[in-house]
Structures are given as structure tokens and as C-alpha cells.
């Protein structure tokens, strides 16, 4: 069974330019979750998404949106850049109980975003 | 202050040898605490999941153990492999209405032979 993918592995963009990452969940998985890694903030939460619908959101700016197909695939949308958007964003997909229950989470290999 | 503390920043030890990993946290009540074991330029991948009531987790070599009365989880390598060298995060999942996710900012662990 094929793992999470996310597309594109590497970005470079520059300041006040828009972003769209894509992230295709495992088969049969419904649940998909974004998440942001930096060295200084280490993984914080975006967004999670089921069924089309946002289900859960973290403490990031309205810039931050994402959305999700019936197909489960995601995509995760940053508008204006700024240089602190700089980080690898990850993806995540499960079944469906939520990033809040004991259900595994499996990582893609993330985006790498670099704002200059 | 962070709510998820892990200890130590980073650790070296020989092949072989074995290693605790320690997660302080001070969200209580939780719904479950997570660690993932992260390689460089690669996503996390999950380890063990314990729910607030269990004591003990394991995975293979990983075993992660909670002490709800001091706050602590640790995550006990055993018979450590070059393969083993990673960051290892702890995430606490708080979900009694007010959900929130909590992540630790890890320890980065080397193997060295």
C-alpha cells in the first residue's frame, strides 16, 4: 500500500507570493492533518480535515487555509509569505477518528519552504 | 512556558547500549500521549499511543511508560541500533472540549558504533 505523498518535496518562494502544497493521503484514509515543523517552534498543528470538512484548526493566521477533495487528497494554501513561513510542512492521514483519538497518524515526507 | 517538556536536548550513546527518553508534561487530564521517532528529512512515524489510564506501551525495542501522579512519560530504548538515531517527539492530545495538541520540541538522539 503506498504511503502519504506530498507534493512538491522542495519550494522556494519569495516574500508575498502564494503557496499551494498537495498531499495525497493512503487509500481508504479520510482523515488528513497539515502540520508545520521549524527548528525554533519545533511541529505545530494547522489544520485537519475529514470528509471535505475542516475539523479541527490550530493557532495560525487566516493566511493558512487549506481544503480537502472528495477523494480525500488535501491541499494546503499560504497567501502574502512571509519570511517565517519558511519551514517543512507535513501532512498526515488516518482513518478518520480524528488527531485527537488513538488512532495512528502517518507522516508524508513533508514540503520543504524556503521564503526569501 | 511550554507544556510539553522533553529531556534531555540531545543524547550520544555507544551501539548497543540502552537509553531512557523523558516527556514532562503539565496538560492534565489528556486523552492520549504520543511519541513519534522523526529522521532527518523525513516525516514522524508513530511509535506507541497510551491513553491517560495506561502505565505501558511498547513497540519492539521502544517501550514508552506514563506516570499520570508526576506528569512523566518516558520513552526506553533498548539494545540501541545505528538506525535508532533520530529525534524522538512527544505530542500530549487534550480533548474535553477544548481539544488542543501539544507537542514537545524533542531530543535528538545519535547512535554511534
Known amino acids: 500500500k503506498a504511503g502519504v505523498t506530498q507534493t512538491p518535496r522542495y519550494l522556494i518562494k519569495t516574500r508575498g507570493q502564494q503557496v499551494t502544497l498537495s498531499c495525497s493521503p493512503i487509500?481508504?484514509?479520510?482523515?488528513v492533518s497539515w502540520y508545520q515543523q521549524t527548528p525554533g517552534q519545533g511541529l505545530q498543528f494547522l489544520f485537519e480535515?475529514?470528509?471535505?470538512?475542516?475539523?479541527n484548526k490550530g493557532n495560525f493566521p487566516g493566511r493558512f487555509s487549506g481544503r480537502q477533495f472528495s477523494n480525500s487528497r488535501s491541499e494546503m494554501n499560504v497567501s502574502t509569505l512571509e519570511l517565517g513561513d519558511s519551514a517543512l510542512y507535513l501532512c498526515?492521514?488516518?482513518f478518520g477518528s480524528g488527531i485527537y483519538q488513538e488512532e495512528t497518524q502517518y507522516f508524508g515526507p513533508g514540503t520543504r519552504l524556503l521564503v526569501l | 512556558k511550554n507544556q510539553v517538556e522533553q529531556s534531555p536536548q540531545s543524547l550520544i550513546i555507544l551501539e548497543g547500549k540502552n537509553c531512557t527518553l523523558q516527556?514532562?508534561?503539565?496538560?492534565?487530564?489528556?486523552?492520549?500521549l504520543r511519541w513519534y521517532k522523526q529522521d532527518t528529512g523525513r516525516g514522524p512515524v508513530s511509535l506507541t499511543i497510551?491513553?491517560?489510564?495506561?502505565n505501558t506501551k511498547s513497540n519492539g525495542r521502544y517501550t514508552a511508560t506514563l506516570d499520570a501522579d508526576t506528569k512523566q512519560s518516558s520513552l526506553h530504548i533498548t539494545a540501541s541500533q545505528l538506525s535508532d538515531s533520530a529525534s524522538y517527539i512527544c505530542?500530549?492530545?487534550?480533548?474535553?472540549?477544548?481539544?488542543?495538541?501539544?507537542f514537545g520540541t524533542g531530543t535528538r538522539l545519535t547512535i554511534i558504533p
Open positions: 505530542v500530549v492530545s487534550f480533548n474535553f472540549g477544548n481539544e488542543k495538541l501539544t
Open positions: 497510551m491513553t491517560f489510564s495506561e
Open positions: 498526515a492521514s488516518s
Open positions: 487509500s481508504g484514509h479520510r482523515s
Open positions: 516527556c514532562n508534561y503539565t496538560v492534565s487530564p489528556f486523552s492520549n
Open positions: 480535515y475529514f470528509s471535505e470538512t475542516q475539523r
